[in-house]
């Protein structure tokens, strides 16, 4: 059998940017935090003032984007770490069904009384506490 060189598809450099990380993560981490983590991984990085820019590697798949980056660090760094805090982001109506056509089999569907329910499937019992809608409608 003849050996044959396997080209692997060259990887595009993902940037991982310090201060987007620390927004994403909730907390802050400083660009060596980053750097040490990345380089733990084995990843091959440059870095500039701000920005750390990863190579994958060929086995890599998974590290693509910006978001894939910041996951890496956080799972390094360790899940624990992070603040125990709510979500800041307002939990809003994507769209109103009378303006929308998308929506309209929701509003069918709401019509019929059945209900669409959104839950933080993953976090503490006491959020969900904090975070339930209260109302004096005895059908919710």
Known sequence: MDDQLVNLPERK?????????????????????????????????????????????????????????????????????????????????ACAPSRNAACMPCATIAGLDYQETINFSFVEERWERELAVTTTDPRL
């Not at 990345?38 to 998974?62: A, K």
């Not at 978001?67 to 979500?87: C, F, K, Q, T």
């Open 13 to 93: 450099p993902v940037n991982l940017r310090v201060a987007r990380a620390a927004k994403v993560i909730g907390m802050p981490v400083t660009q060596s935090q980053c750097g040490e983590v990345l380089r733990r991984l084995g990843l091959p990085l440059t870095e500039t003032p701000g920005v750390i820019t990863v190579t994958p590697p060929s086995w890599r798949f998974d590290l693509q984007i910006e978001e894939d980056l910041i996951e890496e660090v956080v799972r390094v760094l360790g899940y624990h770490v992070l603040p125990a805090s709510a979500p800041h982001a307002p939990v809003t109506r």
